[in-house]
């Protein structure tokens, strides 16, 4: 069963536990037991050392448990005892330390100057990167992205977020820091429980409590995001080597974009709207918002974190600090006035600045920048001074719940755009039941295509919800083809594409999210846009060497893209997936040994080749290797 209707499955007992019971009669008790992992009844993140639903949980293994299968129930109970026992630790020993440390009046003052304090000292060491894997970068983003978790947990706590004038002691400033190294802690450790309960792991308990990540879904979870990043990074080296070679200069504006820009990195941020959104058009609204007044508010706000750290002069080592010295401290009224003077009404700027406003809801710090101090709002320069808009406008929405249903159409609309302008007539099929996105015939061969739109997953979790949806996706495909396959249906579809002769069909799936793993479900074939457009445009990837203001771009599996187009290749394409033995080939596995913090290690994938190698900085070995992934000869 999908993930969330799973998870909402377990508010109705009876039912739940029917679910469970029927899995194990149909299938097997291994997957009744998955069942009841991803339900998420069994692990208490909140670290009570229990079950988080424990009178369910005790219910369903009592239920389940009789002299055949008691030693798999009993090994399933020690694994959801030791995870539970170390969210336990991990709450009542390291954060409890941290929280002792700390009073509440000092709590959240001091975590955000140790946040910008240590941002800071990653973002000027992130300059001239080196080696196969340089992360700085990561590094910095991660960091950001999981203070959003320590913020929540501030708040949980009834945590006082009042004053921004306080001068804190360095003592206390470092004590706050030990949340830096709980993040990570607590990142690895929601690694392992998503490990766990989505995916195939690999358990060992002899000496520690040792987690392996295996299989193809968990790979290919993290080759999928590494295709994205390299996508995402090599929009960004364009705009940078022409910011280098051929600058622009960027003036203040009340014009929205895209008919005037703030700067560079908000010109790139109206490309990605379109890789992410699946239009150009910035005038569409969303809750009376417009795209472009939300590009150009993010925008401000990077350009005003770049101004502050550009004039921050923060004097030597001294006995005590305050936020508005390391961080930028406004009233809404300042920034609604700013948002103004840049081209938003006052309305739209009242709405954005909510819209961007840390809560409940919020994630993190690059989406929901400003964080409510009393009638002051702090905002941390280092984690927003290089926001992408894009990505924080997408997932601003998706944890708001707002709804963006013009993503799959407009995306319908662009696979259709790459068949009709290389000649391949493409129809949709409207229809109450069996409505298909896109229709096309290659050398007497009918392909059906489903175009889905899937928010990009940067969690194991995400990723395993996202293969239900294609999995679903897929279902439904079948079902739609078997229906126009039937003769008097195909008489009417060959009138429509103007073709005589059908000899066979083929299904597709087209996602917009990169794809990290050969999918095939019930013979309906699953690949993403970038590939499906690509293949079409006959545009193979490049891997591009930069000497100074020259560029050389080398062409990757061109043996795909040459010559006409037609059936055979297309298909064998498809099916082959070439760039993931490459991806395969980039990807590793590291360790996160935490065994001496609370008591556990993860072996997990991890990047071996980042999107961007400095030749020049790689050791003899590291350029061998390198080498012989990509079959080049640099030396």
């Known amino acids: 069963m999908e993930i969330y209707k799973l998870e909402r499955l377990t508010r109705r007992e009876e039912e739940f536990l029917k679910h469970i019971h029927d899995t194990i009669e149909n299938l097997s008790l291994k997957a009744g037991l998955d069942e009841l992992k991803k339900s998420g009844i069994c692990i208490d993140i909140r670290g009570t050392g229990k079950p988080r639903d424990n009178k369910l949980y005790k219910k369903i293994i009592d239920d389940l448990k009789n002299p055949i299968n008691q030693n798999e129930i009993e090994n399933f109970q020690k694994e959801v005892e030791h995870l539970n026992n170390l969210y336990s630790t991990f709450t009542n020993v390291f954060l409890k330390k941290v929280d002792d440390s700390l009073s509440d009046e000092l709590y959240a003052e001091a975590f955000l100057i140790a946040l910008e304090h240590e941002l800071s000292i990653l973002y000027e060491k992130k300059f001239g990167f080196g080696g196969l894997n340089d992360n700085k970068a990561d590094l910095i983003e991660n960091i950001t992205i999981f203070s959003g978790a320590v913020l929540k947990y501030m708040r949980y706590k009834k945590i006082s977020f009042n004053k921004v004038t306080s001068k804190i002691e360095r003592k206390y400033i470092n004590n706050a820091k030990h949340h830096l190294i709980g993040v990570d802690l607590k990142n690895t450790l929601d690694t392992m429980l998503e490990l766990w309960t989505y995916f195939e792991a690999e358990l060992d308990t002899t000496s520690s409590f040792c987690v392996t990540a295996k299989g193809k879904h968990a790979l290919g979870k993290n080759i999928t995001h590494m295709k994205f990043m390299d996508i995402r990074n090599a929009k960004i080296s364009r705009f940078a080597y022409e910011k280098i070679h051929y600058p622009q200069k960027y003036e203040f504006t009340g014009v929205l974009p895209p008919q005037s820009f703030i700067s560079m990195e908000e010109k790139m941020a109206c490309e990605f709207i379109e890789e992410y959104f699946s239009t150009s058009d910035l005038s569409i609204k969303f809750n009376d918002i417009s795209l472009a007044e939300l590009v150009r508010a993010y925008s401000v706000v990077s350009l005003e974190c770049r101004k502050f750290l550009e004039s921050r002069i923060l004097k030597a080592e001294r006995s005590a600090y305050t936020v508005n010295e390391f961080c930028i401290t406004r009233t809404k009224n300042k920034w609604i006035k700013k948002f103004v003077e840049h081209g938003l009404d006052k309305k739209a700027a009242n709405k954005v600045f909510d819209f961007m406003k840390f809560d409940n809801s919020s994630e993190d710090l690059i989406d929901n920048p400003f964080i ?196 055979e290749q297309f298909i064998d394409f498809l099916e082959t997936a070439p760039t993931l033995d490459l991806y395969k080939k980039r990807i590793t596995y590291q360790e996160f040994d935490e065994i001496e913090s609370i008591g556990f290690k993860l072996i997990d994938f991890y990047p071996k080749i980042n999107s961007f190698v400095n030749l020049d900085s790689l050791s003899e070995i590291e350029l061998k290797e390198f080498n012989e992934v990509y079959g080049t000869d640099f030396n």
């Open 372 to 567: 409510e101090f009393g009638k002051y709002y702090v905002v941390v320069p280092t984690a927003c001074v290089e926001t992408d808009p894009s990505r924080a406008i997408m997932n601003n929405f998706t944890n708001r719940n707002i709804g963006v249903n013009l993503k799959g159409t407009m995306f319908e609309k662009e696979i259709s755009n790459s068949l009709n302008e290389v000649g391949i007539k493409c129809l949709p099929l409207r229809h109450p039941k069996y409505e298909c996105d896109a229709l096309f015939v290659i050398d007497d061969i009918l392909f059906f295509v489903e175009a889905k739109h899937l928010r990009h997953p940067v969690t194991y979790k995400e990723y395993a919800h996202n293969l239900d949806k294609i999995s679903d996706a897929c279902k439904q495909l079948d079902r739609i083809s078997a229906h126009y396959m039937l003769e008097e249906n195909l008489v009417k579809i060959k009138e429509k594409l103007n073709v005589k002769n059908i000899k066979s069909f083929y299904k597709i799936v087209v996602v917009n999210t990169s794809q990290g793993e050969k999918l095939n479900f019930n013979g309906v074939q699953v690949t993403d846009a970038t590939s499906f457009n690509g293949y079409f445009k006959r545009t193979p990837p490049r891997q591009i060497e930069i000497k100074g203001r020259n560029t050389y771009p080398r062409e990757l599996f061109s043996e795909y893209y040459k010559g006409d187009i037609n059936a």
